[in-house]
């Protein structure tokens, strides 16, 4: 797309001076400048808990700078509140939505800022601006849908409709293909390529190269905390963009070597489970890993591997089915009996389902193991031992930053609480590992480490069952790819074979082209 940007001042639309944000005696952004010009798309690019967002809740309004100055259109300006920035043209859409479900779109569009005729909400107004603006950027929303029958990526343009709605003329969009499929990307690209053309800006924090290369003109590289520089994204490739943001080389090949699967250590059959709601999701799947591979589940979220997950970790009752591994009945097991039969998990909701954030680090590495020796004698806890265990891990996991031992978990940036589970999961040797998700929101750093311990617990003739809605993590790390599709395996591919187009295709409903 790589359109030309007009360099000269007339056409600055954003410009962020020394900024300085601290929490305490944390630094979190140290003196960064951005500047952000008319139509253009202009991508942050950071490691975990370098800053981004930090940043960009400053530009909405969300956080006030400890020092350093913000310009639009040349005037400076300083807000009080999202309202303010949204007044003054900028707009956030959030990586966690914030949608109403049971609302319809246009209900969710207009919240807070209803037109109104006399006494009585004008929806009709409404919906036609609604989709006014739908048509212009070509996004097919549908403005009286409800909320909770629609994508994840349709609910995204719902979002982004919201702040065109309040007049938005730089959109911020955090991390914003975090939960989309290849299609629904490239659906999102065109939308953002329609909005610039229309004069727009918009800014992209991310962690993800190839979106950089592929829609941005410009990248700003933030590293913990610092402004690094400025790049135009023509100039460079996806190597030297990695090395900006994480201060060396790093290797995007996963180096596994070939190796025969043995005995089936995970078997499920016939397994139907319901959702929150009572209505069955999981509709009659079957599933089996062996020792020594790693099996890739592709799929859009919202299809039932979630809640086959939570079956098989004793976080949620089946309907019917079985579930054995190497043999052991651990169907509506509850989690303790799932993990002594030989299931631990790197679960989807780190802060939920993977640590207790009031808890120390030290603490959270031995959660299963508190009652057992070195770590406790007659039911007391032995604090040297624990101390030391946790010392050695945050080591070898590369956790940040150093001497955290004693910290709550809940202090540690995402990335670095990921690498807290990880390095208890993984030391835990169970047959079986479940990974969901497990380098969601981390940088290409910690996505290399991340990748490296799975590929070993393979290597080291254990069953690794990936689920992860990055295609790319799927179709480099996985042996076996199973497409998972309304409740039921649709379809299998070798991983070497693995095709980016027809996965997406088959995860979207389509069958398999023999």
């Known amino acids: 797309m790589g359109r030309e940007s007009h360099m000269d001042e007339s056409t600055v639309v954003i410009s962020m001076k020394d900024i300085v944000k601290k929490f305490g005696d944390f630094t979190a952004n140290d003196h960064i400048n951005l500047t952000v010009h008319k139509g253009e798309v202009h991508a942050i690019l950071g490691e975990n808990g370098a800053g981004k967002s ?23 300006v300083q807000f009080s509140s999202p309202k303010n920035a949204i007044e003054m043209g900028i707009g956030m859409v959030h990586q966690h939505f914030m949608l109403i479900q049971p609302f319809t779109v246009t209900d969710n569009i207009i919240l807070g800022v209803e037109p109104a005729k006399g006494l009585v909400v004008d929806k009709k107004t409404a919906r036609e601006k609604v989709l006014e603006l739908s048509e212009r950027y070509a996004m097919k929303v549908d403005p009286d849908a409800k909320i909770e029958d629609i994508s994840v990526g349709m609910q995204q343009r719902v979002e982004i409709l919201k ?22 990307i490239e659906g999102l690209m065109e939308i953002i390529s329609n909005l610039t053309a229309d004069g727009k800006s918009v800014i992209l924090i991310t962690h993800k190269l190839k979106e950089i290369t592929a829609c941005s003109d410009y990248c700003t590289i933030i590293r913990q905390g610092k402004y690094i520089q400025t790049v135009k994204v023509e100039d460079v490739n996806e190597n030297e963009l990695a090395a900006m943001m994480v201060g060396r080389e790093v290797n995007f090949r996963v180096e596994k070597k070939e190796q025969e699967p043995g005995e089936v250590v995970l078997d499920v059959k016939n ?13 009659g799947l079957n599933l089996q890993v062996r020792r ?27 309907e019917s089915g079985e579930v054995k591994v190497l043999g052991k009945d651990l169907f509506n097991k509850n989690p303790h ?9 790197i679960p989807a909701d780190r802060q939920k389902h993977g640590l207790i954030l009031e808890f120390s680090n030290e603490d959270n590495l031995i959660l299963q193991h508190f009652e057992e020796e070195p770590f406790s004698r007659n039911g007391i806890l032995n604090r040297k031992a624990i101390r030391e265990h946790a010392t050695e891990l945050i080591e070898k996991f590369d956790v940040r930053p150093r001497g955290c031992e004693g910290a709550p978990s809940g202090t540690l940036s995402g990335g670095n609480q990921q690498k807290v589970i990880i390095a208890r999961e993984v030391t835990n040797d169970k047959d079986l590992l479940i990974a969901v998700n497990p380098t969601r929101g981390l940088d290409v750093g910690a996505i290399e480490f991340v990748h490296k311990y799975l590929v070993e617990q393979r290597n080291k003739n254990r069953a690794v069952l990936l689920v992860s809605f990055e295609l790319d993590e799927i179709m480099s790390l996985s042996d076996r790819i199973e497409v998972i599709f309304d409740g039921q395996i649709t379809g299998s591919v070798p991983g070497r074979d693995a095709d980016e187009k027809e996965l997406g295709f088959m995860m979207a409903g389509g069958k398999k082209h023999e």
Do not use: H, W
């Open 54 to 76: 930090t940043l960009m809740n400053v530009l909405c309004g969300l956080y006030k700078p400890t020092s350093g100055q913000i310009f639009i259109n040349g005037k400076e």
């Open 163 to 184: 702040v065109l709605y309040r007049g938005a003329d730089t959109l911020i969009l955090d991390e914003p293909t975090a939960s989309l499929t290849p299609q629904e």
């Open 271 to 283: 397994l139907r489970a319901k959702d929150y709601r009572g209505v069955e999701i999981v509709k």
């Open 292 to 318: 020594g591979e790693i099996v890739g589940l592709a799929g859009v979220d919202g299809n039932g591997q979630t809640e086959l997950v939570e079956v098989l970790t004793g976080l949620r009752r089946g």
């Open 337 to 345: 009996d799932t993990f002594a039969g030989g299931i631990s998990s």
